[in-house]
């Protein structure tokens, strides 16, 4: 017998916008997808600066993790894409500050642009709490 896989959805988070699910678990794995800076409402912030786009993209991340009955000290492993290595230790320190004492596996990876022309979007992989 298989395990059933989890869709993970919440209106903390934007609805995705093509065919995928916020996040999904198996087991005691949760998988968050990538999350963009955008509000829950599907309000965007493109337009804004770098450290309100982390804010919200890693907001977005955390209530995802959240709604699967997890949180970010029991995150594995993120992955954030960063547009212009200049973001980086913007992103570190709003990560830090928002992660606490959380330090999962990190890749930061610099991209040329992202969708909607937003500077980030962070994806993870966590346990469930318990």
């Given at each position: ?46 337009d ?20 699967a ?19 980086w ?20 990876v ?20 318990g």
């Amino acid at each position: 017998m298989t395990d059933p896989i989890a869709r993970i959805a919440t209106a903390a988070a934007p609805k995705p916008a093509g065919h995928y699910s916020q996040g999904t678990a198996w087991r005691d794995l949760v998988f968050v997808s990538g999350q963009l800076p955008a509000r829950p409402d599907g309000s965007h912030l493109a337009d804004k600066p770098f450290e309100a786009q982390a804010r919200q993209a890693l907001a977005n991340l955390l209530s995802i993790l959240a709604e699967a009955g997890s949180g970010p000290e029991h995150l594995l492993r993120v992955t954030a894409y960063l547009v212009g290595v200049g973001n980086w230790p913007e992103f570190n320190r709003v990560y830090a500050e928002m992660l606490g004492e959380a330090k999962p596996a990190r890749t930061v990876v610099p991209v040329p642009e992202l969708h909607h022309g937003y500077l980030v979007e962070v994806e993870a992989i966590a346990v469930r709490r318990g």
